[in-house]
């Protein structure tokens, strides 16, 4: 049942259950019961939310912040993994800080273009926080939920009305992408050109602002992140496969909260492998196995049509992740991504932790190799062991696509 799980992750329900038993032992009360009688909300929105059950019905609304402190909105710290990241928070200070969200639920069908859409719309343009208005059909519920894919959410409440208090601040340029009458896909390229990361353009088309306008709708917010992954991938990726290859091979590291990246990059025609190896106790996988789970997929040079299911999100953020760099490289390679997740990785927070470690490790200067036996010797000596249980290179060669390839250089 274990490998079962890492590869639902709680998302596909491949057990057959209603909901996953996993998340539910991990949902806990927030701190901000307090404010359980209350019907009413005025503070700032940081995000919006739509979510996926009853799709095409869903439940749209704004991400706002019980018990704000200025400093934290000034900085997006509720919002902005890329900031998480940059100051180490760790497992627990995120979900303290997840903790005080409040996720705002109206039932609307992804092509409508009601007042709450369209203010809904104005909040995921909107470069900081806006004040809003909230009226509540019944009492938030207090629990602190995880995902795969999304950020922790805290309390969720029905709400009846949004009136906007703020004024959105949204920047020319953005604005003129989204009223242009162009398609999604470019008009989400054109948006991360203008220098949005990729976390914001995740929320401006879950909001369902891009796309002609016939075509326009909302998409979940758990979609709309791996959609922006792919999105801007296959924009950056037939310039990737126009450039020179690299001249030898190279290893790039990261870690952080217990996932560890290694990158390897070979001088070959771009090809596309990657590892996720769970280890005995950490989130999703068996505490009492014996040796830990090796999931893989796999894109040749012309790309994939299938949706990665064996990994999901993670795939297509850790894909991303080297995407850019090659594309800043000017350079196009063979790459082979390792993921080792080990036991104090316990709690899921979603899969922006694999897209900033891997974006991570290509900060860092790469160890330089003449030969792919090198480098991947060098890999076997960085590979982490837990206690009782060995990592070893052979086990992720063993169901390797790009490792088994037998290539000119090695005879």
């Given at each position: 049942m274990?490998?079962l799980?890492?590869v639902c992750?709680?998302?596909?329900?491949?057990?057959?259950?209603?909901?996953?038993?996993l998340?539910a032992?991990?949902?806990?009360r927030?701190?901000y019961?307090?404010f359980?009688?209350?019907?009413?909300?005025?503070?700032?929105?940081?995000?919006?939310?739509?979510?996926?059950?009853?799709?095409?019905?869903?439940?749209?609304?704004?991400?706002?912040?019980?018990?704000?402190?200025e400093?934290?909105?000034?900085?997006?710290?509720?919002?902005?993994?890329?900031?998480?990241?940059?100051?180490?928070?760790?497992?627990?200070?995120?979900?303290?800080l997840?903790?005080?969200?409040?996720?705002s639920?109206?039932?609307?069908?992804?092509?409508?273009?009601?007042n709450?859409?369209s203010?809904?719309?104005?909040?995921?343009?909107?470069?900081?926080?806006?004040?809003?208005?909230?009226?509540?059909?019944k009492?938030?519920?207090?629990?602190l939920?995880?995902?795969d894919?999304?950020?922790?959410?805290?309390?969720?409440?029905?709400?009846?009305?949004?009136?906007?208090a703020?004024?959105p601040?949204?920047?020319?340029?953005?604005?003129?992408?989204v009223t242009d009458?162009?398609?999604?896909?470019?008009?989400?390229?054109?948006?991360?050109?203008?220098?949005?990361?990729?976390?914001k353009?995740?929320?401006?088309?879950?909001?369902?602002?891009?796309?002609?306008?016939?075509?326009?709708?909302?998409v979940?917010?758990?979609?709309?992140?791996?959609?922006?992954?792919?999105?801007?991938?296959?924009?950056?990726?037939?310039?990737?496969?126009?450039?020179?290859?690299?001249?030898?091979?190279y290893?790039y590291?990261?870690?952080?909260?217990?996932n560890?990246?290694?990158?390897?990059?070979?001088?070959?025609?771009?090809?596309y492998?990657?590892?996720?190896?769970?280890?005995?106790?950490?989130?999703?996988?068996?505490?009492?196995?014996?040796?830990?789970?090796?999931?893989?997929?796999?894109?040749g040079?012309?790309?994939?049509?299938?949706?990665a299911?064996n990994e999901?999100?993670?795939?297509?953020?850790?894909?991303?992740?080297?995407?850019?760099?090659?594309?800043r490289?000017?350079?196009?390679?063979?790459?082979?991504?390792?993921?080792?997740?080990?036991?104090?990785?316990?709690?899921?927070l979603?899969?922006?932790?694999?897209r900033?470690?891997?974006?991570?490790?290509?900060?860092h200067?790469?160890e330089?190799?003449a030969?792919?036996?090198?480098?991947l010797?060098?890999?076997d000596?960085?590979?982490?062991?837990?206690?009782?249980?060995?990592?070893r290179?052979?086990?992720?060669?063993?169901?390797?696509?790009?490792?088994q390839?037998?290539?000119?250089t090695?005879?």
């Amino acid at each position: 049942m274990h490998r079962l799980c890492i590869v639902c992750k709680g998302s596909r329900l491949l057990c057959g259950r209603q909901s996953c038993p996993l998340l539910a032992a991990l949902r806990k009360r927030t701190r901000y019961a307090e404010f359980a009688n209350t019907t009413e909300y005025f503070g700032p929105s940081t995000s919006i939310f739509v979510g996926r059950i009853g799709y095409p019905n869903v439940r749209v609304g704004p991400m706002s912040v019980l018990e704000p402190r200025e400093a934290d909105l000034e900085l997006g710290r509720f919002e902005e993994p890329s900031q998480w990241f940059a100051q180490r928070l760790g497992m627990d200070e995120i979900v303290e800080l997840r903790s005080a969200t409040l996720r705002s639920k109206h039932g609307e069908h992804i092509k409508s273009k009601s007042n709450f859409v369209s203010d809904v719309t104005e909040l995921a343009l909107a470069t900081k926080p806006v004040d809003i208005e909230l009226t509540f059909t019944k009492k938030p519920s207090f629990n602190l939920t995880f995902s795969d894919l999304l950020r922790p959410i805290g309390a969720s409440v029905n709400v009846e009305r949004l009136h906007v208090a703020g004024s959105p601040k949204i920047p020319k340029q953005v604005d003129r992408v989204v009223t242009d009458e162009l398609k999604a896909f470019e008009a989400a390229n054109s948006l991360y050109k203008l220098g949005l990361d990729v976390y914001k353009v995740a929320t401006i088309l879950s909001s369902g602002a891009l796309g002609l306008r016939q075509s326009q709708r909302m998409v979940p917010t758990r979609w709309s992140i791996t959609a922006t992954d792919d999105i801007i991938f296959k924009k950056l990726a037939p310039e990737i496969r126009g450039f020179p290859t690299i001249d030898d091979y190279y290893v790039y590291e990261s870690s952080y909260m217990d996932n560890h990246f290694l990158v390897l990059l070979m001088p070959t025609l771009f090809e596309y492998e990657n590892f996720e190896a769970w280890f005995p106790g950490s989130v999703w996988s068996d505490a009492r196995s014996k040796r830990p789970v090796i999931c893989e997929e796999y894109e040749g040079f012309m790309g994939r049509k299938k949706y990665a299911e064996n990994e999901g999100g993670g795939y297509y953020a850790a894909r991303l992740a080297v995407a850019e760099a090659l594309h800043r490289m000017r350079r196009q390679a063979g790459v082979v991504v390792f993921r080792e997740i080990h036991p104090q990785y316990s709690v899921p927070l979603g899969v922006w932790v694999v897209r900033e470690t891997a974006r991570d490790a290509f900060r860092h200067p790469g160890e330089r190799f003449a030969t792919q036996k090198e480098a991947l010797q060098f890999i076997d000596t960085r590979l982490r062991a837990q206690e009782g249980i060995p990592a070893r290179l052979r086990d992720f060669q063993r169901v390797s696509r790009i490792l088994q390839q037998k290539r000119l250089t090695d005879f």
